[in-house]
């Protein structure tokens, strides 16, 4: 089955930035889009950034929006994201996204998600 490896996530400090980055394994069908969502503890899991792979249409949540910058290499089915200027409400678990080709009936419209990383921002 697809799996999705996450890297990256940590401690950082307000004001301080952090990447993180998820590959896919290859794949018979075509990679429609990736991103990242995340979950804080008793908060809904939320849109952080997604990529389209045809289109390189991105989508970002508006807490993060102008802050955080999500980017691919198709040729490794990865996708990126830098976080900057990152706040103590920046702290959650953050989750990779795939949807596999144009559309799915998923919830999020997501098809697989990663295990997810911890990111926590503290002075």
């Known amino acids: 089955q697809e799996r999705l490896m996450e890297s990256g996530g940590g401690l950082a400090q307000p004001g301080g930035s952090m990447n993180l980055s998820c590959s896919a394994s290859?794949?018979?069908?075509?990679?429609?889009?990736m991103g990242w969502y995340r979950q804080a503890p008793g908060k809904q899991r939320e849109l952080v950034a997604t990529?389209?792979?045809?289109?390189?249409?991105?989508k970002y949540g508006e807490a993060v929006k102008g802050r955080f910058t999500i980017s691919k290499d198709g040729a490794e089915n990865r996708v990126y994201l830098q976080m900057r200027n990152l706040r103590v409400e920046d702290t959650a678990t953050y989750y990779c996204?795939?949807?596999?080709?144009?559309?799915?009936?998923?919830?999020?419209?997501?098809?697989?998600w990663g295990s997810g990383i911890l990111v926590t921002v503290s002075s």
């Open positions: 996204s795939q949807r596999m080709g144009s559309w799915t009936f998923r919830e999020y419209g997501v098809d697989h």
């Open positions: 290859r794949t018979v069908v075509r990679i429609g889009a």
């Open positions: 990529i389209e792979f045809d289109t390189n249409k991105t």
